[in-house]
């Protein structure tokens, strides 16, 4: 049978469609592999549950728990770190103002400190005490600006406890916040009171149900934000965020 022009085009770009979508696919599951490398495992049994991670040229070694979601490291945190680790230039840590929301074991934050930034990692009062023992064991006379770790649960007291006036992050860091929790409306007022104008948002989004989901686009009602890292084989995605239009203001005094 023959194929008219038409039909030859379009086989041709469904061809090209399905060699792009192995490609990606290839790729991705080679950065997922490059990725979950940097963790390992104590050999043998210990007292306390830990897993080890390599990242910014040190060994972490972060306690975990298992009573609490927050006390566990979840694959977005890893995303996270290695691409902070993979592009630091594109995104120098050196000297600036970091805080992480919804820290849990403290991960990004430690790497966020070993590559140079001064960071504050915060989470519920009930998480801060393995908070701060990650954050002190695996940064102590490690880092250029020791970190410290406070509280912060969202949407409560944030202009007393993170107050506008003094209160300027460069960065806001955020790995997995978003899962079945009825506080998400407190989590954008979060964003929210801490992001200004010139704030970076770094934030790692594990996909799970359509509630959860629907949080980007109530999201993006505030901020603009862009794709950096797409790996369908977690179902996770790594968003850059600003507040709406200062992203275009920023890339065009990038590039003049």
Request: net charge neutral.
């Amino acid at each position: 049978m023959d194929l008219t022009s038409s039909q030859h085009n379009r086989l041709h770009k469904e061809l090209i469609r399905k060699l792009e979508g192995q490609e990606g696919k290839k790729e991705d599951e080679l950065i997922v592999a490059e990725i979950m490398k940097r963790r390992f495992f104590p050999a043998a049994i210990t007292h306390k549950t830990w897993e080890g991670f390599h990242f910014a040229g040190h060994e972490i070694r972060i306690t975990e728990a298992t009573d609490s979601y927050g006390a566990v490291v979840w694959p977005s945190a890893l995303v996270l770190c290695y691409f902070l680790e993979t592009n630091s230039e594109h995104c120098n840590l050196v000297d600036k103002n970091v805080i992480e929301i919804g820290a849990g074991t403290g991960l990004v934050s430690i790497v966020a400190s070993l590559l140079g930034a001064r960071v504050t990692a915060t989470d519920l009062p009930e998480l801060l005490g393995n908070l701060q023992h990650n954050v002190l064991k695996n940064t102590k006379l490690k880092c250029k600006h020791q970190p410290c770790a406070k509280e912060l649960s969202w949407g409560i007291d944030l202009e007393k406890n993170f107050p506008s006036s003094s209160c300027h992050f460069d960065y806001i860091m955020a790995a997995d916040v978003v899962y079945h929790h009825p506080f998400l409306d407190e989590l954008l007022l979060t964003f929210d009171h801490l992001c200004k104008n010139d704030t970076i948002i770094l934030w790692a989004m594990k996909f799970r149900l359509d509630r959860e989901n629907q949080f980007v686009g109530r999201f993006q009602t505030l901020f603009d934000l862009e794709v950096i890292f797409n790996f369908p084989s977690l179902n996770i995605t790594l968003y850059k965020a600003m507040r709406k239009g200062r992203m275009k203001v920023r890339h065009s005094k990038l590039t003049t």
